[in-house]
């Protein structure tokens, strides 16, 4: 029978040296598998759900305007995956759990669409987004950031960037483009990055709420949100135009308005009158609203908080994005 340990006592220190490094980098070389994040794992249920969904695809369009290296900056998409390991993130099943797959590298190629010569620029260019955004990505497959650049003119572009909502949210996309204007301006004039180096990645976030969440804190927050939710309503009962389908679309829609500078104005200071925050007199005003229009007298209201409470996760890239309902129980009592 051969003996495979290895054996390094008959060895000189050079030599151990070498053996060492070279362990260290076939180690540095294998992908490490290490656990979700929550939030992570419920990305991932859902997709398991409905793996041809692109409801979780996060588009950005930047406008570029002058003399852009697209050379340079291809290599300075890629020195942010080089920096950020949750850009070159996969997810891979372990008994039949989420495991993130931490790859070495990737190398995102920046494909170029040439749409100067166009007739119905604007048309093909809504086309091209509505396609980036409507591919479905495979968890398990690098990469789960896709870029790609439209040529609209010889000084005009547009850079795309489409990723899955398990790898970001919408706070890590200003960082993603923040990042990635200063590495550009670095690597244009050949100057060292500016850039502090990143003392944490996501991952150990991901650790650390995992090893937090294990103690009794995890009974205090499933304690806490029992009894406020307790007997909660599913539904919301608003008089729409057309019946609730029976299977939930996703198509949503935004809109946007502005407010006069004198509500504006009128609305902080009831903020301040009150000893409120803007965010929660604007709140209280639809819940209002949703009180009227349907009679009943107990609101939810669902809401997206940052979850960036540690200085030492502000400038990573990552799922930190948590969802928090604001219940609120009408009573003729109210003012």
């Given at each position: 029978m051969t003996n495979n340990k290895l054996n390094l006592d008959n060895l000189s220190q050079e030599e151990k040296k070498k053996i060492l490094a070279k362990l260290l980098q076939q180690k540095a070389k294998q992908p490490r598998l290490f656990p979700t994040s929550f939030a992570q794992q419920r990305l991932w249920f859902l997709?398991?759900?409905?793996?041809?969904?692109?409801?979780?695809?996060?588009?950005?369009?930047?406008?570029?305007?002058?003399?852009i290296d697209l050379d340079i900056l291809r290599k300075?998409?890629?020195?942010?995956?080089?920096?950020h390991e949750i850009l070159r993130t996969v997810f891979v099943t372990v008994d039949n759990e989420p495991k993130q797959k931490i790859l070495s590298k990737i190398n995102n190629a920046l494909p170029v669409v040439d749409l100067s010569n166009t007739e119905e620029q604007e048309l093909e260019i809504k086309n091209t987004i509505h396609q980036e955004t409507k591919q479905v990505f495979d968890l398990a497959e690098a990469p789960l950031l896709r870029t790609k650049v439209?040529?609209?003119d010889k000084d005009k572009y547009i850079l795309l960037f489409t990723l899955h909502h398990i790898i970001t949210d919408y706070y890590s996309m200003r960082v993603l483009i923040q990042e990635l204007a200063t590495i550009y301006q670095t690597k244009i004039n050949n100057i060292p990055s500016t850039l502090?180096?990143?003392?944490?990645?996501?991952?150990?976030?991901?650790?650390?709420?995992?090893?937090?969440?294990?103690?009794?804190?995890?009974?205090?927050?499933l304690d806490y949100w029992q009894q406020q939710l307790a007997d909660a309503p599913t539904l919301i009962n608003l008089p729409t135009d057309f019946p609730r389908p029976q299977r939930q679309t996703l198509r949503g829609k935004t809109k946007t308005f502005i407010l006069p500078i004198e509500?504006?104005?009128a609305l902080q200071a009831l903020s301040s009158k009150e000893n409120t925050t803007l965010f929660m007199?604007?709140?209280?005003?639809?819940?209002?609203?949703?009180?009227r229009y349907t009679e009943q007298t107990d609101i939810l209201v669902g809401s997206t908080v940052a979850n960036r409470d540690k200085k030492e996760i502000s400038n990573l890239i990552g799922l930190f994005v948590n969802n928090l309902i604001f219940r609120t129980k009408f009573n003729p009592q109210l003012t």
């Open positions: 997709q398991q759900l409905e793996p041809e969904s692109t409801a979780y695809n996060i588009p950005a369009a930047l406008e570029l305007t002058g003399n300075s998409i890629n020195d942010i995956c080089d920096r439209l040529s609209l502090p180096k990143l003392e944490l990645q996501y991952v150990d976030f991901a650790v650390w709420q995992r090893k937090w969440l294990e103690s009794d804190n995890l009974q205090t927050q509500l504006s104005q007199t604007l709140l209280a005003g639809l819940q209002t609203l949703l009180y």
